[in-house]
């Protein structure tokens, strides 16, 4: 990884064997003296063809189970910090 400022540059390894579709990458940048300040930007990019996929996460597929109750977002990861409010990714 260069870094230059605020900007991180990061060299993927060359397109091979993957398969034709749309692909995101995201970064997660945590500040080190402030754990609780990150952000995660996300960007859809194609490899193999130029025809974007259509998102899978629909309603009608995934709601029965996923969709919350108390504010109507899909809800898709384990939320349960031990305590409330630590850093870090505890909902992988
Ligand atoms: C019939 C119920 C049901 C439906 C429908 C369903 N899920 Fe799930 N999903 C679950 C359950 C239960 C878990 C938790 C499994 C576990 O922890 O072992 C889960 C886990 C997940 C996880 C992993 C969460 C984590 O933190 O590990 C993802 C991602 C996910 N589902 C996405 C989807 C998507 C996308 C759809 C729709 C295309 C969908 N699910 C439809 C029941 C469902």
Known sequence: MQISGDTLTYKLQPVSTEKP???TASVWAVLKSDGLQQAMPVVDFQIGTATAEKQIVEKEKCATCHLGVSNG??????????????TGNWGA
């Not at 898709?76 to 409330?84: G, Q, S, W």
């Open 73 to 86: 977002n899909s809800i898709f990861t384990i939320i349960d910090p031990a305590v409330a409010g630590q």
């Open 21 to 23: 579709g749309t692909y």
